[in-house]
């Protein structure tokens, strides 16, 4: 079974850096986009950003433009989200997420989930 766990979350003050890693295992990924995504309490599920897995094909949501930055490592099978100048609006659980040949900013179309990690920014 495929499985993704998240690591690196935590409580940070307005303006510092977090980087959240995604440890995948259980299959091959090549095939597989990766993405991360988050969700704030009465908000719903929204995409952060994505990679492709045998390319360097990268994608962002708006909010994070020039803020953030999605990567790999195939040795290790990690996806990594660094995540800068963070804002107190970026308070929400991270899930990494993996999607089987499509890439996608829908939540719908991806098929493994990790269990999430909390981020807290404060002011």
């Known amino acids: 079974q495929v499985q993704l766990v998240e690591s690196g979350g935590g409580l940070v003050q307005a303006g510092d850096s977090l980087r959240l890693s995604c440890a995948a295992s259980?299959?091959?990924?090549?095939?597989?986009?990766m993405g991360w995504f988050r969700q704030a309490p009465g908000k719903e599920r929204e995409f952060v950003a994505l990679?492709?897995?045998?390319?360097?094909?990268?994608t962002y949501a708006n909010s994070v433009k020039g803020r953030f930055t999605i990567s790999r490592d195939n040795a290790k099978n990690t996806v990594y989200l660094q995540m800068n100048s963070l804002k107190p609006e970026d308070t929400a659980v991270y899930y990494c997420?993996?999607?089987?040949?499509?890439?996608?900013?829908?939540?719908?179309?991806?098929?493994?989930w990790g269990q999430g990690t909390q981020v807290t920014v404060s002011s």
């Open positions: 990679i492709t897995w045998i390319t360097s094909s990268t």
């Open positions: 259980g299959g091959t990924f090549s095939d597989y986009a």
């Open positions: 997420a993996a999607a089987l040949r499509r890439r996608s900013e829908v939540p719908r179309d991806y098929s493994y």
